[in-house]
Each structure stands twice: as C-alpha cells, then as structure tokens.
T-cell receptor, first 115, second 114 residues
Framework: GAGVSQTPSNKVTEKGKYVELRCDPISGHTALYWYRQSLGQGPEFLIYFQGTGAADDSGLPNDRFFAVRPEGSVSTLKIQRTERGDSAVYLC?????????????FGPGTRLTVL | DQQVKQNSPSLSVQEGRISILNCDYTNSMFDYFLWYKKYPAEGPTFLISISSIKDKNEDGRFTVFLNKSAKHLSLHIVPSQPGDSAVYFCAASASGAGSYQLTFGKGTKLSVIP
C-alpha cells in the first residue's frame, strides 16, 4: 500500500511569499502530524490532527503558520509572509490512531527554501 | 532547552561489531521512547520502541535499554551491517499525559565500515 506522500518535494520561494505544503496520509489513518527539521537538528513538532480538528497546535512558531485538514484526510500546511528562517524540511506523519505513537509513519518531506 | 539529547553527532563501527547509540532526556513526563532511522532524502523510519514500564525491548539485531532513574536510553545493534549506516534519532512522548507529539534528539550519524 502507499505510504505518506508529500508534495511538492522541493519548493523555492522568495521572502514574503505565501506557500502551501500538502500531505496525503496513509489511507485509514485518523491522526496526522506535521514536523519541521532544520539543518543539523532533529524533527521539531508543529501540530497534530485527530480527524478534522487540530488536537494540539502548540508547536506552531507564530501566526504565520496555519494547517488544515478539512475532510480528515489530506492536510495542508500554510505559511504566510515567508522568512529565510522558515527554510527547512517539513515532514508529515500519520498514524492509525492518536495514541499509537509507535506507528507514526513519516513521508519523505518537503524541502522549503526561502531566498 | 533540549529535552532529548543525543550527545554524539557521529559514530563509526566496524562491520560485525556492536553499535551503541545513546540518548538522555530531562522531562519526567516522558513515558514512551522510540528510535527512528533516517536515510538521506527520506523520512524517518520507525525502528524500535520501549515503554517506561519496561527496561529492555529486543527486536532481532536491535535492542533498546531504558534506565529511568538515570533518564537514559541506548540502542544496541548487533552485529552491525553496512546497511545500518544512517542517522538515528531518539524520540520521546508523554502519551500518558495525553501528549502525542514526539520530541526528537538531534540525531547520531552511524557509519558501519565494511
């Protein structure tokens, strides 16, 4: 079966622009997570969803970042007024249920470069 | 303040020998620990996990040990193989407290030399 997919794989944008990053979770997985990995660091939690609702968005760095999951499947991470410090690999993961932390399957990530 | 620390950025081991990767944590609420393996241009892949009620979990060549009093865990790979060369991340969650986010360390790059 298909794993978690993320599009685009690479995104280059200019400072101040708006970007959207998409995540397609594994079919049937109700929980979806977004992480960000900066160079030389481990993945850093941003937000997770149970179904359509954001159960925990405490990792979003500021109000320029927003994520949605309107139908409980595909999720979009939206970044407004991008800054050079937003450059990172954005990772999405999904799990069957929220409490199955050992089954967070990760996608390959979207590498975002802000010039 | 890093809550999960992997103090060795890199480790080199001869093929066939044991690889030991270490991880320390500071948050007492963490009750579930995981190791992920990551190849370049791929997402992290789950390797093995351990609950805080256990002190050891074994899966084939991989064993994770947990020392709660020292807030320390380690991953043992025996015997090491060249295909094990990757970046290994230690991660923790406080799922008992209703928090399902994973907190990761910075990773250790393992190189297994043939």
């Amino acid at each position: 079966g298909a794993g978690v997919s993320q599009t685009p794989s690479n995104k280059v944008t200019e400072k101040g622009k708006y970007v959207e990053l998409r995540c397609d979770p594994i079919s049937g997985h109700t929980a979806l997570y977004w992480y960000r990995q900066s160079l030389g660091q481990g993945p850093e939690f941003l937000i997770y969803f149970q179904g359509t609702g954001a159960a925990d968005d405490s990792g979003l760095p500021n109000d320029r970042f927003f994520a949605v999951r309107p139908e409980g499947s595909v999720s979009t991470l939206k970044i407004q007024r991008t800054e050079r410090g937003d450059s990172a690999v954005y990772l999405c993961a999904s799990s069957l249920t929220l409490d199955r932390v050992d089954t967070q399957y990760f996608g390959p990530g979207t590498r975002l470069t802000v010039l | 303040d890093q809550q999960v620390k992997q103090n060795s950025p890199s480790l080199s081991v001869q093929e066939g020998r044991i690889s030991i990767l270490n991880c320390d944590y500071t948050n007492s609420m963490f009750d579930y620990f995981l190791w992920y393996k990551k190849y370049p241009a791929e997402g992290p892949t789950f390797l093995i996990s351990i609950s805080s009620i256990k002190d050891k979990n074994e899966d084939g060549r991989f064993t994770v040990f947990l020392n709660k009093s020292a807030k320390h865990l380690s991953l043992h790979i025996v015997p090491s193989q060249p295909g094990d060369s990757a970046v290994y991340f230690c991660a923790a969650s406080a799922s008992g407290a209703g928090s399902y986010q994973l907190t990761f360390g910075k990773g250790t790059k393992l190189s297994v030399i043939p």
